[in-house]
């Protein structure tokens, strides 16, 4: 009986994997990495435990994301990530779950049933998709089914999904795989050309998340930077500073500001007045980078705000959808 089904809204980053309970909310946040033995294949550990191995095991352990530009990248490790995080949840409770799943809004067919079976294959009894502009338009408290223009991008660590939304469905939209990760990358590629210095991902996540900027900024902040020195191969330190890091950043934040724009020039008229009058809002980890909403008006000429709690809208999003789920199978039924 679908009484005995407990309900849960995931969702399934790149980055993170957000897990919401109808009346608890988000119950569980913890990095998509997976950890996994060389030999034998084994899954070691997943989650916070498994992020906190990244680049620092041995030979005959890897420790990665199953999960690449938002999309399932390892089937096998991802069905296990997931089967791992909706116990979690559960606390081991007897009755499988009906699971609502997140996924980018330039999803193919085969990447959203690849998320359906993999949801289904790891322990939930029904699993439904929805696009993140929507979830993270709903999440944000927009009012998605008003003959009105809203436009949402939400960027996380694997995408950037920019959507138009009105009358409850997506009018324009484009899923670019460029964010957070992306972001990280060119600070560890800058370091390395600038100072010979080898720089893992999470040193420069911190850097990122702690003095970076999208747009120069007239008092910098610095931060010492730790890694390996490629000339002399021996532990070395150097200073970098914020504008440095913007400078690191500016490829990707053009070709993110760029996924804007082009939503932004294939709205109808009308709906774009209505963007022009309402803004664009910003949501996901990723739009919290200091000045974002600076880089969208520079770029657009439109006024940006960040959502409240941008982090968790997509995840509140598939708990609002979740309270009308009958709703949402009746309209999947109709698109059929």
């Not at 916070?48 to 938002?70: N, V």
Request: aromatic letters at 6%; charged letters at 25%; glycine letters at 8%.
């Amino acid at each position: 009986m679908s009484f005995f089904s407990p309900l849960l809204g995931i969702d399934l980053g790149t980055t993170n994997v957000l897990v919401y309970l109808p009346n608890k909310g988000v119950v569980l946040n913890e990095p998509s990495v997976v950890a996994v033995s060389n030999e034998n294949n084994e899954v070691l550990a997943i989650g916070k435990e498994a992020k906190e191995m990244i680049g620092r095991t041995p030979d005959s352990i890897i420790a990665y994301r199953p999960m690449k530009d938002g999309v399932i990248a390892d089937y096998r490790v991802t069905e296990a990530m997931l089967r791992y995080f909706i116990r979690k949840t559960l606390k081991w409770k007897p009755f499988r779950p009906t699971a609502l799943v997140s996924v980018p809004a330039g999803v193919t067919s085969t990447e959203k049933r690849a998320v359906i079976e993999a949801a289904v294959k790891a322990g939930a009894k029904d699993a439904f998709v929805v696009k993140e502009p929507i979830l993270a338009a709903i999440g944000a408290g927009i009012p998605i089914h008003e003959p009105m223009g809203r436009m949402v991008a939400d960027i996380g660590g694997g995408t950037i999904d920019v959507a138009v939304v009105s009358l409850g469905g997506i009018v324009a939209s484009t899923s670019v795989k460029c964010a957070g990760n992306k972001l990280d990358h060119a600070i560890i590629d800058y370091v390395k050309k600038q100072y010979n210095l080898s720089i893992g991902e999470r040193m420069a996540e911190d850097a990122k998340i702690k003095i970076g900027s999208a747009v120069n900024v007239s008092e910098e902040e610095t931060i010492l930077i730790k890694g390996r020195d490629l000339v002399s191969g021996l532990p070395s330190t150097i200073e970098l500073s914020t504008n440095e890091i913007v400078r690191a950043m500016n490829r990707e934040l053009r070709e993110m500001m760029s996924a804007v724009r082009k939503v932004l020039q294939e709205t109808p008229p009308e709906l774009a007045s209505d963007i022009i009058d309402n803004g664009i809002i910003l949501t996901g980890g990723t739009s919290q980078l200091k000045n974002m909403s600076d880089l969208v008006y520079r770029r657009t000429g439109v006024q940006a705000f960040p959502a409240k709690d941008a982090y968790y809208c997509v995840a509140r999003g598939t708990g609002v959808v979740l309270q009308h789920l009958d709703t949402y199978k009746k309209s999947i039924a109709a698109k059929r």
